[in-house]
């Protein structure tokens, strides 16, 4: 059973940083392309950030772009989204996603393992 638990969600004031990390306990996604989702209460989950398989493409929402940053460690399956600039309009649950391809993808319908999902609250 593929697991995936994100971590390092919290309350943050505006104009702070926040690292979320989310680990793949079944080491099931080395090969596979990965991603952060974000849902926002009464909005529908949207597509955050994607990295490829070995990390060498990497894509973002425009809203983000230049605030966050997604990295993978492929030794220690850890997938990461440091979040620096934090605006209340981020405020949300952070989802980790693993994809079926091997390329960095946008496309919700293209992953296929999903975490629980960890709250991220910036204050203004």
């Known amino acids: 059973q593929v697991q995936l638990v994100e971590s390092g969600g919290g309350l943050v004031q505006a104009g702070n940083s926040l690292t979320l990390s989310c680990v793949d306990s079944?080491?099931?996604?080395?090969?596979?392309?990965m991603g952060w989702f974000r849902q926002a209460p009464g909005k529908e989950r949207e597509f955050v950030a994607a990295?490829?398989?070995?990390?060498?493409?990497?894509e973002y929402l425009d809203s983000v772009k230049g605030r966050f940053t997604i990295s993978r460690d492929r030794i220690k399956n850890i997938l990461y989204l440091q979040m620096n600039n934090l605006e209340p309009e981020d405020t949300a649950v952070y989802y980790c996603?693993?994809?079926?391809?091997?390329?960095?993808?946008?496309?919700?319908?293209?992953?296929?393992?999903w975490g629980q999902g960890t709250q991220v609250t910036v204050s203004s």
């Open positions: 996603a693993t994809s079926r391809l091997a390329a960095a993808t946008r496309t919700m319908n293209t992953y296929r393992y």
């Open positions: 990295i490829s398989w070995n990390g060498g493409t990497t």
């Open positions: 079944k080491r099931t996604s080395s090969n596979n392309g």
